[in-house]
């Protein structure tokens, strides 16, 4: 009977520190997860005890991880889209080129024979501000009909006008001897190179 009549009162007691407990913690939880401002502990340097700092976060924060090929930030233009493009230099070419948001590109060119080959690809990339790099390589034939035999691989680099509808860059070029049977082998280095300047502009939806 005793232990009946003075079990029931400190039960409840204890069951309600309890739930403020775990009512606390899940709030805590809570705001960390929805709240700008989060504690993380931090070893001082001179006495190796720990300190809290804030953590913050914002939204602009996500540009820093995401791949560099996404790279144009909220306010800034895109290299993405279609261009219609000028090169000049040692190599005198023009036609349409394409920059995909995965970071790929794709070229035709009219001033080569597509009996020749007149369609390359590439690879991009943003370097920082309205700054972007071009890997590209184009396969040719020597003649109509004749055999696989140049490998040509430029290097590009774009700079992005402020409107986002024009740009213009610099190139190098290599043309390396190639066969069917090894037909990216550069390690002979080129037979041919040079250097030379692109410009281009977009090409808009109507």
């Known amino acids: 009977m005793f232990d009946r009549l003075n079990w029931r009162p400190a039960a409840r007691a204890a069951l309600a520190l309890g739930l403020v407990i775990i009512a606390s913690t899940i709030a805590n939880r809570a705001t960390a997860a929805c709240m700008d401002v989060q504690l993380q502990p931090v070893p001082t340097a001179s006495t190796g005890a720990i300190r809290f700092m804030p953590a913050v976060y914002r939204t602009g924060d996500l540009v820093s ?28 070419d023009f036609g349409t080129q394409a920059f995909h948001a995965g970071g790929t590109e794709t070229m ?12 390359c690809q590439g690879v991009w990339r943003s370097l920082g501000h309205s700054t972007y790099s071009l890997n590209h390589i184009a396969m040719a034939w020597t003649a109509p009909g004749a055999e696989y035999g140049v490998l040509i ?3 590009m680099l774009i700079q992005l006008a402020e409107s986002g509808n024009e740009f213009k860059g610099s190139y190098t070029v290599g043309l390396f001897s190639a066969t069917p049977d090894d037909p990216f082998n550069e390690s002979a280095g080129p037979f041919a ?6 410009t281009a502009s977009r090409l808009q939806p109507d």
């Open 153 to 155: 691989h430029i290097h």
């Open 65 to 92: 991880i995401l791949p560099a090929s996404l790279g144009a930030t909220a306010d800034e233009h895109s290299i993405v889209g279609v261009w219609k493009f000028k090169l000049s230099g040692f190599l005198k």
């Open 108 to 119: 035709f060119s009219a001033g080569v024979d597509p009996a020749t080959g007149d369609v």
């Open 193 to 198: 190179s040079g250097s030379g300047h692109v």
